[in-house]
């Protein structure tokens, strides 16, 4: 039975860490949105696409780079409430120098710190939620921290369609002065909510993990709890012992993450879902959706902030109802159909932008209709992504990394994620500049590709525990494990088992 009260409790806590999310939603889209308003690309001599505008971003994500060599020791050495509050730090001196930028240079200086900072919240906190919630919610609430990147994402591009009849350079500043408000909380909750439970076993605390565990999972007769309890210190127990001397220097030795064959499968997994969910086409909506806009014969920039708005709204739909859904629905059964949609509506705005140049190059007015099928397929494709992908970026890879390597895999997937972000940033300014719609394609392939490995090599998290999944991992065939269903069973003592 859970007490009302400790349940208003962890919904509380788990608030503190999804603000981390909506600090990195609230600037993921605050750039792209800024890059359509003539004040902002004036004051700083700056075009929608090109080479300059995509060294702007690209900083952002070089940061980011930086920041996953840093962000494992942290929230391993420090705990993670500490990992999450040194990334705000930085977060918030960041957006206040964006804000205040004189310079192109000042600007890029900020992007750079915005980038370390919001790095460092969001390698803490998908790793701590995932160790305090009860297991048996782990998917939905899990889940909800990435789908809290939309109440940035619409925040911030809503901000900016307000701002953007406003004269001068506050039309651009006010929204980037905005920004330091969720990483204040969060910094400031961090000293109210507790560590998590996991963190505190393996650093020989055992005792203040069990009663977390008891006082949020349930109480002490709670038979999950108990279970729950049992496995971490089976898992302790068969861990390597270490010097403090061996710690610290673990702290920066990545080859556990590959040093066994476990360990290479689950660094597979988050490989797969970095890559797969990076080269589905979400860069071209997260950082040039207006410029898509203008290749359907969208001209206004008034009508393409909006449709940037409401496209965010739209896209938050889809990843509430894919969280919701997230304990039920299997993992590779949703990565793996998911993919072959985020193709089907791609090649919907393809078709359309082909369209529309094909009238423009006659000099004709493209049709709104066609213009239409094109916003709806952009729509479409955000909301399939949303559904699909973000409410499981980071929680998958806090599902199949044991305590061990937790915090190394979380940044071993934003490293891959921002290097990526990087190669793709760059290129599809340059690309969308000169070959246009024509290079959705590129990504249209790339999704076909990803939903055929899901589904031959997809490992299924839904229904174990954490610790239940190590079993899956020591398989010679980690996936085909991983779909045999296992049982929770009472054994002769009267306590809970895993069987199967």
């Not at 790793?127 to 940035?152: A, M």
């Not at 660094?267 to 879902?273: E, K, R, S, V, Y």
């Not at 014969?297 to 997230?326: D, E, M, P, W």
Request: proline share 4%.
């Amino acid at each position: 039975m859970y007490d009302r009260t400790l349940l208003i409790c962890l919904d509380a806590i788990l608030l503190v860490a999804f603000l981390n999310a909506t600090s990195s939603g609230f600037d993921g889209s605050l750039l792209g949105s800024i890059n359509a308003e003539p004040q902002y690309l004036n004051f700083f001599h700056l075009k929608s696409v090109g080479s300059s505008t995509g060294l702007v971003f690209i900083l952002y994500n070089a940061a980011s780079i930086v920041g996953c060599a840093f962000g494992g020791p942290i929230m391993d050495f420090f705990g993670r409430r500490r990992g999450m509050q040194s990334g705000c730090f930085f977060t918030i001196a960041g957006a206040a120098l964006a804000a205040g930028a004189q310079t192109q240079e000042q600007f890029k200086a900020s992007r750079f710190l915005l980038g370390f900072g919001v790095i460092l919240q969001t390698l803490s906190a998908p790793v701590y939620v995932t160790e305090i919630i009860p297991p048996q919610w782990r998917g939905r609430l899990g889940g909800f921290y990435n789908t809290f990147y939309f109440t940035g994402s619409i925040t911030g591009t809503g901000v900016v369609y307000g701002t953007s009849l406003m004269k001068g350079t506050i039309a651009w500043r006010l929204p980037l002065a905005l920004q330091v408000i969720p990483p204040a909380l969060v910094f400031l909750g961090c000293f109210l909510v507790p560590e998590s439970p996991r963190w505190l076993a393996s650093r020989g605390r055992m005792e203040e993990a069990t009663a977390l565990i008891y006082k949020y999972h349930g109480g002490p007769d709670n038979e999950v709890a108990k279970l729950e309890i049992r496995e971490i210190e089976t898992h302790i127990r068969n861990s390597k012992p270490q010097t403090a001397g061996d710690y610290i220097r673990g702290l920066w030795d990545y080859r556990e993450l590959f040093s066994t064959h476990s360990a290479r499968w689950r660094t597979g997994m988050i490989t797969l879902i970095t890559l797969a969910s990076q080269f589905a086409g979400n860069t071209i909506l997260t950082f040039f959706q207006p410029v898509m806009f203008t290749a359907l014969g969208i001209t206004s920039v008034q009508r393409k902030l909006l449709l940037t708005f409401a496209s965010a709204i739209v896209s938050c739909s889809g990843a509430v109802i894919g969280s919701s859904t997230n304990d039920w629905i299997k993992r590779r059964y949703r990565f793996a159909f998911g993919s072959f949609c985020l193709a089907a509506a791609l090649s919907l705005v393809a078709a359309m932008s082909s369209y529309v140049a094909a009238s423009q190059a006659l000099k004709e007015v493209p049709s709104t209709t066609i213009s239409g099928f094109g916003i709806f397929g952009i729509f479409l494709f955000g909301w399939i992504f949303a559904f699909v992908y973000t409410p499981n970026q980071s929680l998958y890879c806090t599902e199949v990394t044991n305590q061990e390597i937790r915090a190394k895999g979380i940044s071993l997937h934003s490293l891959e994620s921002n290097l990526v972000t990087i190669l793709f940033t760059y290129t599809t300014s340059i690309a969308l500049g000169t070959i246009s719609w024509k290079y959705y394609f590129v990504w249209i392939a790339v999704d076909i590709v990803s939903g055929f490995l899901w589904w031959f090599l997809g490992v299924e998290v839904v229904g174990r525990t954490i610790e239940e999944l190590d079993a899956c991992f020591e398989a010679p065939f980690p996936p085909g494990a991983s779909w045999k269903l296992t049982k929770v069973v009472r054994t002769e003592d009267g306590t809970l088992a895993i069987k199967g």
